[in-house]
C-alpha cells in the first residue's frame, strides 16, 4: 500500500513537471512569436541594439539569406569603425510608420546621430521587413547606415589642411612661403620590371633599393583597394637638389616623374642667411610637444616652428585645419558629404624689416668683419620701436630643415670652430655691456645728487690707475685706456671713457642703490621681444656686491651682462627724447587671406618697455655729451657733417686671458628728422673692434 502510494506520487510529481515546462515553452513561444512575428517590434528592437552599439544582437535579427549582406564579423566592424571615426554618442529614432502591403512590409523613421565633435546628423530611412516561417527579418544594406550608402560604398574622413600664414618684408617681399620641392614619384601601373628600375634609381637617388621596392608595393596594395592610388612618392628633395641633367636622367625611366606642385609642400625661405635667425625654421614635431599642446589639434606627423618667429607666432601663422566627412563609391568617387568644416587660413606677418635694409646690414657685417669675428648689428627707429635691420653674423640656410638633417650637420652648425652660424646674437648673445652703459649707471649717482655734472674726480691717479682709499678695498686698482680725460669731470669721462670716474661715482653711490636701479631699467627682467631674448644679468647666484664689482659694474664690467637688442632698446630712451625706452618689435602688421580680401588683423603700436629711464634733467645733461662721444670723443670715425649723431662706444674683456674682448657702439640721429639707431655688438680679438664704426657709420648715413 505504502509503495503503491509513493509510486502514485511520483507519478504525479513526473507530470507536474512535464506540465510546468509545458506552460514555461509555451510562454517563451508565444513572447518569441510576439516579438519575431511583429514588424514594429523587430524594427524597434533592431535599432535599439544599434543605439545600444550592441551590433551583434542587431545581426540577428537581419535576414541572412542575401548574399550581399555582411558577414557578422564585417557587419560589426563596419558599425563600430563609422561610429568611432564620427564620435557618435547617441541614435535618437523618431516619428515611425509601418505600412504593409502585397509587396511586403516597410518601416519608416527618422534618425538623428548625435556626434561629439561635429554635431547632429538626421537623416530619414526606409527599412524594409522579410518574413520567413512566421518569423520577420530586417532586409539589410548599407543605406540603414546612411540612405545614399551602397555596397561597397567606404565612408572617408578627412583633413582639410590649412595653409600656413606666409612673412613679408616691409617693402612687400615675400620671405617665408608656402612652396613646394622636387617630388621623385613612381606611377605602379608603368612600372614593368620593378628590380631593374629599382636598382638604377637607387644609385641616382641615393636611396635603397629596398626603400624603392617598398613603394612600389605598398602603392600598388593601396591601388588594389581604392582603384585611385597609383602613385607611390619614392623621396622628396630641394628646389635646387637636381641639375637639368640629373632631371632629364629621371625622367628618363618609364614610370618615373619629377613634381614640384603637388607631392612636396615645403617651407621655403628664398633669402636664406639673411633672415634665418628672425625668421626661424618649421620642424617635426615632438613627443613632448605633442605631449604639451594635446588639444591644438597637431598629430605625429605636424611641422611646427622651431625657433624664431615660425615658433614664437606659431598660433598665429599655422591656421586651423578643417575636416570633410563623406561617401565614396568603391571607383573613388565622392557622392555624399556628411560634414565639412572650412580649413581657417594661417595669419601673414609683414615685419618692420625692410629686405633691402637687411641685406645691405647683413652684407656690411659680413664683408667688414676679421676672420672667426663674429658679431650683431640692429637697426631700428626709436621712436616706434620698430626694427628695420637685425643681423648676426656669421647664419645659415634654414632651408635645410625642409629635409631631413644629418647629425654631423647639425653638429656643424652649432660647432664653435664654425662659429655656431644657428647661434642669434642679437637675441641670445649675453656679454658684458663694458662703456656703452656708462651713460645709463651714471644716472642714480646724478638723480640723487651724489655727484652732479661739475663734480670732479677725488682721488689719485697714478701711472692710469686709481687705488680707492677704503678699508674695504682689497683688489687691485682702476685701470683707464684713455688719459686726455683732463679735467675728470663727467663731461670728459664720458667723452673719452674714463673708467676710473664711473667707478668713483659707484662707490659714492653704494650698492643697493646700483643694483635697484639696474633693475628699474630691466636687468634681470623678462624681455617681451617678438623672438625670445636671453635674461640679463645683474650679479651671479650667490654673488656679492663688493666693493670691486661695484666699481667695475660702473663702466660695465663685473657680472653684468645683456644682449644687444636690450642695450639698443635702453638706448631709445635718449634716441627719441622721452626718456622712456620703447619695445622693439619686428612685426609691423598682421593680416589674413579671406576669401580674396588680404584683410588687416593687427598693427603695430608703440609699446613703453622702461618708463623714466631719467628725468628731463638728466637728459639735458647727457645729451651734449653723448654728442661730443661722436664729435671728439671715442666714437669720432663716426662723425659726418651732413647730420648731428649722438652715441656711445664700449669694449668689454672676456675670458681669463682677456685677449677677447666684445666692442660696441650706439649712435643715432638728433636732429629730428628721422629716428634711426643703430647698434653693433662684435666677439672680437683684441684691438679689432674699429670695425664696428665703419659698419656704424654706413648705416647712419642719410
Known sequence: MFEAFEAYELKNISLLKKLILLIIFLILFTFCGCETS?????????????????????????WPYDTDSLQKDEFIKKYESIFSALSIEEVEVFDPFVTTDSFGTTYTYSASYHTSEYGTYTYDFSMDLKTLDSVIYVDWDQSLIFPLMEYEDKLFVESIKASRGEIFSSDGELIAKNDYGHAVYMDVTKIKNILSVSKQLSTVLGVSQLEIIDVFNNTHALNKEYARNNVGIINTFSKEHFTEEEKALLLGFEGIGIDSEVYAPIRYYPYKEYFSHVIGYLGHITPEYLEEYPDKGYNIDSLVGKTGLEASYEDTLRGKDGKIIYLSDRWGNRKDVLYEKPAEEGMDLILTISLKKQQETYDLLASNVYKDQKGSVI????????????????????????????????????????????????????????????????????????????????????????????RDWNSPPITRVIANASPLVLENALIFSDNIYFAWASLKLGPDDMKDYLASIGFEAGFDFDIPVKR??????????????????????????????QMASLFTAYANGTGDSVMPTIIKEVKQTQGNKHVLIDTLTQKIEINDVFNDKTYDIMMPYLEGVITRGTGRRVNMPEVNIA????????????????????????DGSYDRLVLVALESKEHQGGIKLTIAKQLLTP
Open 379 to 470: 637697426v631700428m627707429d626709436a621712436s616706434t620701436g620698430a626694427v628695420e635691420a637685425i643681423c648676426s653674423y656669421p647664419s645659415y640656410d634654414n632651408n635645410i630643415f625642409s629635409f631631413p638633417v644629418i647629425e654631423e650637420t647639425w653638429q656643424a652648425l652649432n660647432s664653435e670652430e664654425a662659429n655656431q652660424p644657428m647661434y642669434d646674437r642679437s637675441t641670445q648673445g649675453l656679454y658684458p655691456p663694458g662703456s656703452l652703459i656708462k651713460p645709463f649707471t651714471i644716472i642714480p649717482s646724478l638723480e640723487q645728487k651724489v655727484i652732479n655734472q661739475y663734480s670732479a674726480f677725488e682721488g689719485t691717479i697714478v701711472n692710469n690707475q686709481w687705488l680707492p682709499n677704503r
Open 38 to 62: 511583429n514588424p514594429s517590434k523587430v524594427a524597434e528592437i533592431f535599432l535599439d541594439a544599434i543605439a545600444n552599439k550592441d551590433f551583434e544582437l542587431a545581426y540577428s535579427y537581419i
Open 536 to 565: 640679463s644679468n645683474i650679479l651671479n647666484d650667490g654673488s656679492e656686491c663688493y666693493p670691486r664689482m661695484l666699481a667695475d659694474m660702473g663702466y660695465g664690467q663685473g657680472e653684468l651682462l645683456v644682449t644687444p637688442i
Open 647 to 670: 652715441g656711445k662706444t664700449g669694449t668689454a674683456e672676456v675670458g681669463t686671458s682677456k685677449t677677447k674682448e666684445i666692442s660696441w657702439f650706439a649712435g643715432f640721429w638728433m
